[in-house]
């Protein structure tokens, strides 16, 4: 596809799938909401969910996916294994699968590579950390639970010790990390680009009220181009080479960050936002019992 028709543009995984470049995602999206963005997405074309088990929302996902009368086989649909299962993760997506009342999802991720005690949310596990849960998730593969595995928020020295474990037989499909102007993470996306993972964008937006929006690089682009600053990161990170993930619940916003086909960022464009000179994470990792961010996905 050209990079006049991102809505049509799908990555080819390792396995052969193919992932379509623009989903919905879900993150902080409120209670009796989600249901009604899902379908709302799917009416105008998109072909992609992205939840997980800690955001609380996949019965809800689910429902919005049955409701849009969408065959299921024509939707991608993601989901995370949170923290405290990784010493159950044959339970974890079996919990999900049944709250989302799908058989199966097209991708499933180890939502951080954090470890964390169920009985003390602030505590890690002596005794297991993100290698174990893998080899636990290479189990999916075969089961008909999963059609491809993968990470999130994995930086540069994580993905080094899962991949030089003996026991990783099979590699994440994907990494899926926060990706903006303000965060474009260029050592970390060459590294995965390099090793043969595909890199999914959340936060695409740069999250609510974000810094992005008083950007004046941004917004003289969106103004020249008579598009919104959104459609424009959408445009930034599709070209870029990774899927992206824009979070909404209103229908106005969900329908226009899905109308990006028919024109495209110059070459100059994507260079000056690229190189914006400001930083900062949506997601930290100081909630966590352990450090997973070490500077090296600057």
């Not at 379908?39 to 996916?65: F, M, P, Q």
């Not at 080899?135 to 595995?149: A, C, F, H």
């Not at 994440?172 to 680009?193: D, G, R, T």
């Not at 459609?231 to 979070?247: A, S, Y």
Request: charged residues 25%; neutral net charge; aromatic residues 8%.
């Amino acid at each position: 596809m050209s990079d006049t028709e991102p809505t049509k543009k799908a990555y080819t995984l390792a396995s052969g799938d193919k992932m379509p470049a623009i989903g919905l995602g879900t993150w902080q999206s409120g209670k009796n909401e989600v249901s009604e963005a899902v379908k709302h997405a799917l009416s105008v074309g998109y072909r992609y969910i992205d939840t997980a088990l800690a955001y609380g929302n996949e019965h809800e996902v689910g429902e919005g996916i049955r409701a849009s009368g969408v065959p299921r086989e024509q939707i991608w649909v993601t989901t995370k294994l949170d923290n405290p299962w990784h010493k159950r993760v044959a339970e974890g997506i079996d919990a999900s699968l049944k709250n989302l009342g799908l058989e199966y999802v097209d991708l499933y991720l180890m939502h951080w590579p954090c470890s964390t005690r169920p009985d003390d949310l602030k505590k890690h596990y002596d005794d297991w950390n993100f290698i174990d849960t893998w080899r636990e998730m290479q189990k999916l593969v075969g089961t008909g639970k999963v059609r491809n595995i993968g990470v999130s928020n994995f930086g540069i020295r994580n993905l080094e010790k899962l991949l030089n474990d003996p026991s990783c037989k099979i590699k994440p499909a994907v990494n899926q990390i926060e990706l903006h102007p303000n965060n474009p993470s260029p050592k970390l996306v060459a590294y995965c680009k390099e090793k043969g993972i595909h890199v999914t964008g959340y936060s695409c937006l740069g999250s609510t009220n974000s810094p992005l929006y008083k950007d004046k690089t941004l917004l003289s682009i969106a103004e020249s181009k008579g598009k919104t600053p959104q459609q424009i990161l959408l445009h930034w990170g599709i070209r870029n080479g990774w899927d992206v993930i824009p979070k909404s619940v209103n229908k106005d916003r969900i329908s226009g960050n899905f109308d990006i086909d028919g024109w495209s960022l110059t070459e100059d464009e994507m260079q000056k936002l690229s190189n914006l000179p400001d930083r900062f994470k949506v997601c930290g990792d100081d909630w966590l019992p352990i450090k997973v961010f070490f500077g090296d996905d600057e």
